[in-house]
């Protein structure tokens, strides 16, 4: 069952404008987040921090499987979709199958793009979007050692 934060396109947008009639900035950030984990957490906070409606945009299982492999996801897109909606820093989600988000970014014009630190800014997908309606982009710190490769891979060891 997929939580009330999880939204189509259409529906997000009806509230992305309702969010700006009322003056709220609009944040964006993506990726798989496959296993949750303090990286995630860290991450997230540090979106909403920069924003005032944050927005997830998640990759769907086929995306994952491209980017990362037959293995992966881990979960399930709703399965991902819905911890991340529990998430009290997380306004919607989105899922998308796209390999990169921006025709999402393109669509829902954030004022602010969040990604980690572990991006150039030239390398962020929709910077240039976002930057050119007059929004800016937030590299986020990192929590070293913290990834879901890294546990997959520690869990792996262990059998």
Same mark, same amino acid.
């Given at each position: /069952?997929?939580?009330?934060?999880?939204?189509? &396109?259409?529906?997000?947008?009806? %509230?992305?404008?309702?969010?700006? +009639?009322?003056? &709220? +900035?609009?944040?964006?950030?993506?990726?798989?987040?496959?296993?949750? %984990?303090?990286?995630? $957490? &860290?991450?997230?906070?540090?979106?909403?921090?920069?924003?005032?409606?944050?927005?997830?945009?998640?990759?769907?299982?086929?995306?994952?499987?491209?980017?990362?492999?037959?293995? +992966?996801?881990?979960?399930? $897109?709703?399965? +991902?979709?819905?911890?991340?909606?529990?998430?009290?820093?997380?306004?919607?989600?989105?899922?998308?199958?796209?390999?990169?988000?921006? $025709?999402?970014?393109?669509?829902?014009?954030?004022?602010? /793009?969040?990604?980690? $630190?572990?991006?150039?800014?030239?390398?962020?997908?929709?910077?240039?979007?976002?930057?050119?309606?007059?929004?800016?982009?937030?590299?986020?710190?990192?929590?070293?050692?913290?990834?879901?490769?890294?546990?997959?891979?520690?869990?792996?060891?262990?059998?």
């Amino acid at each position: /069952m997929t939580k009330p934060k999880v939204y189509s &396109l259409k529906t997000l947008l009806e %509230h992305v404008n309702v969010w700006r +009639r009322q003056g &709220l +900035r609009v944040g964006f950030t993506n990726g798989c987040f496959d296993l949750l %984990h303090p990286g995630h $957490e &860290l991450l997230l906070r540090q979106s909403k921090e920069a924003c005032d409606k944050l927005i997830v945009g998640l990759n769907a299982d086929t995306s994952v499987k491209r980017l990362k492999g037959d293995d +992966r996801p881990i979960q399930n $897109e709703e399965e +991902r979709a819905n911890a991340l909606a529990a998430l009290e820093d997380v306004d919607a989600v989105i899922i998308f199958a796209e390999d990169t988000p921006l $025709e999402l970014i393109i669509a829902i014009e954030p004022d602010v /793009m969040v990604k980690g $630190e572990d991006y150039k800014h030239e390398d962020v997908v929709g910077a240039k979007e976002v930057e050119a309606r007059g929004g800016k982009v937030v590299l986020a710190k990192l929590l070293a050692g913290h990834s879901t490769t890294a546990i997959i891979e520690k869990l792996n060891h262990k059998n």
